[in-house]
Every structure is written in C-alpha cells, then in structure tokens.
C-alpha cells in the first residue's frame, strides 16, 4: 500500500462516525459500529447491513506497516469496495 493509498483509506475511515450510524451501501442501510483504541492508532469498524445478513468487519492499525488494513474473516476487496463506496443517509 503506497502513501496515497493509505491517506485515501485513512480518509474514509475518519470521516464514519465514532459510535453508532447509519450509511448507505449498494442500496441497503447499514448500522456501522466505530470504536477506537490506543490513543487513535486502531480502529474496530463492524458494519451490519439492516433487515438483511450481509456485514463488514476490519480493523485499521495506524503503524508502519505495509498493511494496516485486517478485514476480519472476508476478502480485503469487499472492506475496501465498501469504504470507497458508502455514503450517510440524507
């Protein structure tokens, strides 16, 4: 992951409310879920689609690493699809 990459996902993940929203994703209301730990330098995102059984899970380390993005038990493409891809409900 390059640095503009990584400001562009930083970005994206700043702008979600911490606490509890409400977006909007491929048509669908999401209840996403922020919570952050260690000063601001992990971020727990649980995304759960409303009156359906899709979700998004990841954490975010803001580190060093090449990686800082773990989806939790989903491909890396579905977190970003969907990080690039939200938006608030009007």
């Known amino acids: 992951m390059n640095d503009s990459e990584r400001q562009s996902l930083e970005s994206r993940i700043s702008k979600l409310e911490t606490g509890y929203s409400k977006v909007q994703y491929q048509d669908k209301t999401y209840g996403v879920s922020k919570r ?24 975010y380390y803001s580190t060093l690493s090449k990686n800082p993005l773990k989806p939790c038990e989903m491909p890396e493409i579905k977190v970003l699809h969907f990080l690039e891809n939200y938006l608030y409900e009007e």
């Open 36 to 59: 952050i730990f260690n000063k601001g330098k992990s971020v727990k995102v649980f995304a759960e689609e409303l009156g359906g059984t899709d979700f998004i899970s990841f954490n």
